[in-house]
Nanobody, 110 residues
Framework: QVRLVESGGGFVQPGGSLRLSCASSESLFDIDAMGWYRQAPGKERELVGVITADGGTHVDDSVKDRFTISRDTAKNTSYLQMNGLKYEDTAVYYC????WGQGTQVTVSS
């Protein structure tokens, strides 16, 4: 079972930056993707972005001009760099190890 430890959160003024870390007990190459999520008070948890095992990244459109995801495979750690922070970025941030299933085909056809 993969164990993850997030760190790097804290207080920051609007416009400031923070870098969050997610340390994994397993090699990042053995995890299909690392996801970053956040949950603001009174709101549902939402996906911020992911970084895949081959290093590809996707960040939600709402923050992609301010947030970036990276990793250090030697340290088994993923990072979420947050710049230009806004009041609405206030949330608990989580990381998650994602594993793909085999997939199931859906075909819509008449």
């Amino acid at each position: 079972q993969v164990r993850l430890v997030e760190s790097g959160g804290g207080f920051v003024q609007p416009g400031g930056s923070l870098r969050l870390s997610c340390a994994s007990s397993e090699s990042l190459f053995d995890i299909d993707a690392m996801g970053w999520y956040r949950q603001a008070p009174g709101k549902e948890r939402e996906l911020v972005g992911v970084i895949t095992a081959d290093g590809g990244t996707h960040v939600d459109d709402s923050v992609k001009d301010r947030f970036t995801i990276s990793r250090d495979t030697a340290k088994n750690t993923s990072y979420l760099q947050m710049n230009g922070l806004k009041y609405e970025d206030t949330a608990v941030y989580y990381c998650n190890a994602l594993f793909w299933g085999q997939g199931t085909q859906v075909t819509v056809s008449s």
